[in-house]
Nanobody, 125 residues
Framework: QVHLVESGGGLVQAGDSLRLSCAPS????????MGWFRQAPGKEREFVAA????????YYADSVKGRFTISRDNAKKTVYLQMNSLKPEDTAVYYC??????????????????WGQGTQVTVSS
């Protein structure tokens, strides 16, 4: 069992930046493929970004491409989501998720085995 803990959310203004972090609590030695998803009120959870365990490949939703960057530090067992040029439509609860190897299904919610509790990001106009 892997417990993921997100941090770094908050209230910002449009155009500002935030960096989210996600790390497992407890001991885990497996390097998982990781993803970030988000869910706005009244909407379904959607894919934001993903990164393979060796950081060799990254993937982004079209809505965040060029503004968000996913990265990881395997020595710290931490995955980051750097969010720049934030827009009000980026307001959502952001979740990190882990999967042993997601293959081509990096944007499929049901592919991921472990989820964090979420962190709120609110962008005011």
């Amino acid at each position: 069992q892997v417990h993921l803990v997100e941090s770094g959310g908050g209230l910002v203004q449009a155009g500002d930046s935030l960096r989210l972090s996600c790390a497992p609590s407890g001991r885990t030695t497996i390097a998982y493929d990781m993803g970030w998803f988000r869910q706005a009120p009244g909407k379904e959870r959607e894919f934001v970004a993903a990164i393979r365990w060796n950081a060799g490949m990254t993937y982004y939703a079209d809505s965040v491409k060029g503004r968000f960057t996913i990265s990881r530090d395997n020595a710290k067992k931490t995955v980051y989501l750097q969010m720049n040029s934030l827009k009000p439509e980026d307001t959502a609860v952001y979740y990190c998720a882990a999967d042993y190897r997601f293959g081509d299904r990096y944007d499929h919610i049901d592919e991921y085995d472990y989820w964090g509790q979420g962190t709120q990001v609110t962008v005011s106009s």
